[in-house]
Structure formats: C-alpha cells, structure tokens
C-alpha cells in the first residue's frame, strides 16, 4: 500500500492546484457560445430595484444582474449581437439610470424586445437601445416620476405604537408626517428635476427632440402600436423579429437565438439549500417583528422616488 | 493510521479501509474530507447562474458546506435507523466517519472542471468521463461504507439506501408542502 501513496498525493496536490485555479480565473467556468454566430436574448423581469438582500431568489430587475449578463455577452466572441426581452413595471430612478447605463454603453448591437410591459422606468432602460420592438399589445410609455408620501400617523395611533421624532434638520422626518407647503414645493422640485432626466435620456436614447418627448411624456401610458405611431419604439413584434433585427444590424445572415444556460439540476439543488434557509428564518421570525418589518420595507420606505 | 494512509486505502483497499474507518471513527478527519469535497464542489460551480441571488460567493460557499454538513449528519442518522430492518448492526459515528471518506472522489471535480473548460472537445469529453467516473465511485463507496460498518450484504446496503433516499423525498415534499402552506 505504501508504495502506491503518490497517487492520493497526486489526486490531492492535482485537486488543490485546479481549485486554485478555478478560484483565481473564474471566468474559465463561465458558459460560452460555441459554434454559429449567435444573438443572446436575456430576460429581463420584474421591478427594478438596486437589490434585494436575503437568501431567497431575486424575481427583479437589478443593475448587477444586468452588468453581468451583458459582460458575458460582451467577453463571448461568437454572440454578436444581444436582444433584451423587457417586462417591467418600472421601479427605481437610481437602477434604472445605471442600467440604461450599461446598455448604451454595450459594444455590440443591442434590440430591446418588449413584453407584456415595458412601462416608465422599463422604457428609461429600454431608450438607449439601438433598436426596440413591441408587441401591437404591449404596455408602455408612462413616461412620468411619482413620489407618494404616506401619513402613517392615525394608522400606527390604531396598533398602539407611538413614535417619538428627534431630528437635526428642519426637513429630516418629512417623509414620515404630513408635509408643509414648503416641503410639498420641495418634492415638486425633486420630481421635476428627476422628470427632466427621464426626458432628456429618452430624447437622447431615440433620437428625439426634448420637446416632442415632453409632449408624450405626460405619464400616459400607450400601447405598442401607438408607441410604434409615435417614435417610441421602432417595430412591431416578438423576440424572433428583435432577433432578426439584431441579427442584421450584426451582418449576421441566419441568426441564431441563444440563451445563457439556466442553472443545471445540482446547481438548483445546492440553491434550494438556501431556499429552505430563508423560509426557516421566516418561519423563525415572530409575527409581529413580521408584521413590523413589513411596515417598514412596504408602506413607509423611506425618501424614495420611483418612475412606476 | 495516518490520513494518508487512510485515503490511500480508500482508493487500494476500500473494504477494508472502510471497514477500519467505521471501527476507529477517524470523526474529525472525516468531517474535514466531506467539508473539503463539497468546498473544491462548490469552487468547480459556474456561480454566475447564482447571480439573481444576490449574495456573496464566499457567503454563498459558507451556507452550502454548514447546509451539507448539517444534511451528512441527518442523512447518516437516517442510514443509522434504517439499517436495522436489514438486520444490521448499528454505530452512528462508525457509519459517519466511513461516509465522510467516501466522499474523497469529490476531490476530482476541479479537476473535470479546468479540463471540461481549457482542453476543448477533448477536454470536455475528458472532464466528462471523469465527473461520471467520480460519481459512480463516490456511489460505490457509500454502499461499501454502509456494508462494512453494519455488517450487512451489499444487496442489504443497496436496499438501506433506496429506503433512506425515498424517505429524505418524502420528508423533502412535505417539508416544502407544509412551509408553502404557512406561508401563505
């Protein structure tokens, strides 16, 4: 037995250094597309939002998870060209402006294929594509900033929770009472500024005069046909029309529609693992501290502008 | 016996070396292989279909061994309890100390994963082959570590196995049933 000991010496030392290796270039495990010239069509669905903390699976759309898609699309020699299929309500100004970040600033042709919805902050993201297509019957548009500011204070007076403000600044807890006019004026402000960045980066991502897009941008909502009749998106169709289209701008003649692989079956089954662990804490969590954080996270979240 | 020596007879002489592990109950060491297999695992994962998760490699890595760890010590237990139907002996840490070795060919998959990825086809066919390979003797020596250490037939240990993963299925199903339903 002793004599045969460098194998386990081997398969360990082996082992180790390919970790290491692993470890040190990750991107050697990353997917890539072999063969044909291909465009990757990436789903983007749900809100969007900075991130979500936690261990259960995000359902929303965040700037990380667009930044990585599109690096991989980027780094892989045989996709040229990439479709974003867009089903959003909206959500955050802040995510939705580094995102559309990330698409303008994307080195390949880029065709924004729009689902169900592809309404206000899913259009902002959406503008700075090379090219969009709509279904006749999708929703979008909505083209507008909305700031809602809760007076909690007869609610919490109903469960018997009492607050008690301390603050340094005059205008510190306006979010968390009724306003006075001044403050009222000063959210108007905010909106508006943050409205005339909306407008700007949509005039600029279509190639549109300000003016006109203020004109459509009154919060309305359109269907694809009517975007379609007023420069705000290009065509109508699905996801195969926003492969051809990206297709072509490539100078691909027979594109092929490619997906970046969905996690295999071990992989979900390491993924439920925390799956399991976020309903425990959930589960472990008292009722009332569930009741409060909701409170907290859902109705009063604190000074929040949000393109929905 | 040192470490060495043990993992040499896993990969020589693993009846044998099974069998002395289950009587000596090597615990710590065996821990220490099983976290070692299921960390170099991990390594070998492409974490980037993870991403939607939003949490940290190293924080991701770290829940998955403690959530492994936390699964060899249920699943030995229920291994430890089955087993008497078939009539066979019973040592809980006997039987965890031989199936934390029997994860030694976990090793491999690094390894199947630089050469799936850098040696084009023939590396992928390689990498492969040696997945499966590592698959199936991990398997074998489960079985091995089950019949050594409660002294039952191999067709005894194949059974003690069936009955313990159907149950881990069940438990799974309604584990998640009864979650789903007080979730709601």
């Known amino acids: ?308 | 016996m040192n470490i060495l020596d043990l993992l040499d007879g896993v990969v020589w002489k693993p009846v044998s070396t099974l069998n002395l592990i289950a009587r000596e109950k090597p615990v710590g060491w065996a821990l220490s292989i099983f976290a070692l297999s299921t960390l170099l695992g991990l390594v070998s994962t492409d974490y980037s279909v993870f991403e939607p998760l939003q949490i940290s490699p190293t924080l991701f890595i770290i829940i998955q061994i403690v959530v492994s760890i936390a699964g060899l010590f249920v699943f030995a237990g229920l291994l430890h309890l089955v087993a008497p139907l078939f009539k066979g002996h019973k040592d809980y840490w006997g039987l965890f100390s031989a199936l934390g070795f029997a994860n030694f060919p976990g090793f491999l998959s690094p390894v199947a994963a630089v050469l799936g990825n850098t040696a084009g086809m023939a590396g992928a066919i390689l990498g492969g082959v040696i997945s499966v390979a590592a698959g199936i003797w991990m398997l074998v020596l489960y079985l091995i570590a089950l019949r050594e250490n409660c002294r039952i037939s191999t067709g005894a240990s194949i059974l003690t196995y069936l009955v313990a993963l159907i149950v881990v299925v069940l438990a799974v199903m309604v584990i998640f049933f009864l979650l789903v339903l007080k979730m709601r």
């Open chain 1, 1 to 308: 037995m002793r004599g045969r000991k460098w194998l386990v010496v081997v398969i360990v030392a082996v082992a180790l250094l390919s970790a290491v290796l692993l470890i040190a270039k990750p991107d050697l495990l990353t997917f890539t597309a072999e063969g044909k010239e291909r465009v990757v069509v990436v789903h983007l669905q749900g809100a969007i939002e900075e991130g979500s903390a936690g261990y259960g699976f995000a359902q929303n759309i965040t700037p990380r998870y667009v930044e990585r898609q599109l690096e991989k699309a980027a780094a892989d020699n045989n996709i040229k060209a990439a479709v974003l299929r867009v089903n959003s309500p909206g959500g955050s100004v802040a995510a939705s402006q580094q995102i559309a970040e990330y698409i303008k600033s994307f080195p390949k042709p880029l065709v924004v294929s729009m689902g169900d919805m592809a309404a206000s902050g899913g259009y902002y993201i959406s503008a700075p594509a090379r090219g969009i297509v709509a279904q006749p019957g999708t929703i979008t548009g909505s083209i507008g900033v909305i700031s809602q500011v809760l007076d909690l204070e007869g609610f919490y007076e109903k469960l018997g929770i009492k607050t008690e403000t301390i603050k340094s600044g005059r205008h510190k807890d306006m979010l968390s009472r009724e306003l006075t006019p001044e403050e009222r004026e000063l959210m108007q402000e905010l909106s508006d500024e943050i409205y005339g960045q909306f407008v700007a980066d949509v005039a600029a991502g279509r190639n549109l005069n300000p003016e006109e897009v203020r004109e459509l941008a009154t919060g309305q909502i359109y269907t694809g046909s009517q975007a379609l009749e007023l420069g705000l998106v290009d065509r109508l169709g699905g996801i195969d029309e926003a492969v051809k289209w990206a297709g072509e701008m490539a100078g691909i003649e027979s594109p092929e529609k490619f997906e970046f692989p969905a996690p295999s079956f071990w992989e979900q089954i390491f993924g439920m693992g925390l799956k399991i662990a976020g309903l425990l804490d959930r589960l472990a969590t008292p009722p009332e501290i569930q009741i409060l954080n909701y409170l907290k996270h859902n109705i009063n979240p604190g000074p929040q502008l949000v393109i929905k």
